[in-house]
């Protein structure tokens, strides 16, 4: 399958929905009935990863393969060169752009890099922008950010368009899994104006109902990942992705 065919030709029907599931935090079997409900939910794909934890390896790969079977693709979500799979479809290649550190930047890539030739998976390039969200977030911490600061959009689009200059087809503004607040609309919507329609915008953290999915989508947003709610309410999935989609 290529993922990045699928991505844009589903969205040039709707905008998009991507299910996180962390594969640190249930077994495989459970990981894979979270993916079948995604699924009927009506989501686009799945994403696999996670800030901390130790589900490298075979638990990693069990719960991709599990995942697969409910035939969504799945897209690696690394949070360094060891959270990869060949079991895979595709992998976001990113490089969390707002870091301090050369290890989130580009080392951990340059490692990963090898594997991904090996595997076989298709890159997505993407640019992560993680973003002020009221508290420190695991991604936030783990990551050696300097998060944006709500007030300040201008430096997202900074990161954003320095992103499309060097040829990256994603952005991924990101508030943090259980973030307490989400990304501003403002600034969704002026990293929309600035990237044109030459990427695609990710948003994500701390979305948890449908108005909110909609106000990103209306701001500007391509995909919305949820990750929490997929493990806590399946209901509210649903309102999720009809609020995406309507
Ligand atoms: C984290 O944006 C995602 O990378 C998902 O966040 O778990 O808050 O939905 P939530």
Do not use: C
Request: charged share 25%; net charge positive.
């Amino acid at each position: 399958m290529e993922v990045l065919k699928y991505i844009l030709k589903r969205r040039k029907k709707s905008p998009l929905h991507f299910t996180l599931i962390d594969p640190d935090k249930q077994e495989p079997k459970r990981a894979s009935e979270l993916a079948q409900k995604a699924k009927e939910a009506g989501s686009d794909a799945v994403m696999v990863g996670g800030t901390w934890g130790d589900a490298y390896g075979e638990k990693l790969n069990g719960t991709v393969k599990g995942i697969k079977n409910a035939g969504l693709p799945v897209i690696l979500f690394p949070n360094s060169a060891q959270q990869l799979s060949p079991d895979a479809d595709a992998l976001f290649f990113m490089s969390l752009l707002n870091s301090r550190s050369p290890q989130y930047l580009i080392e951990e890539q340059m490692k990963g890099s090898l594997l991904v030739h090996k595997y076989g998976l298709e890159p997505l390039p993407m640019a992560y922008i993680i973003v002020e969200s009221g508290a420190t977030t695991g991604a936030a911490w783990a990551g050696d950010v300097k998060p944006i600061p709500r007030g300040k959009p201008e430096f997202a689009v900074g990161y954003a368009l320095a992103a499309k200059y060097f040829g990256m087809k994603f952005v991924y503004l990101e508030a943090g899994s259980g973030a307490k607040e989400t990304v501003p609309k403002e600034m969704i919507g002026v990293v929309r104006k600035a990237i044109g329609n030459d990427m695609l915008l990710i948003v994500g953290g701390g979305i948890r109902d449908g108005r909110t999915a909609r106000e990103k989508i209306a701001a500007g947003a391509d995909i919305i990942v949820t990750g929490t709610i997929a493990e806590e309410n399946s209901d509210k999935l649903k309102e999720i992705i009809g609020a995406i989609k309507e």
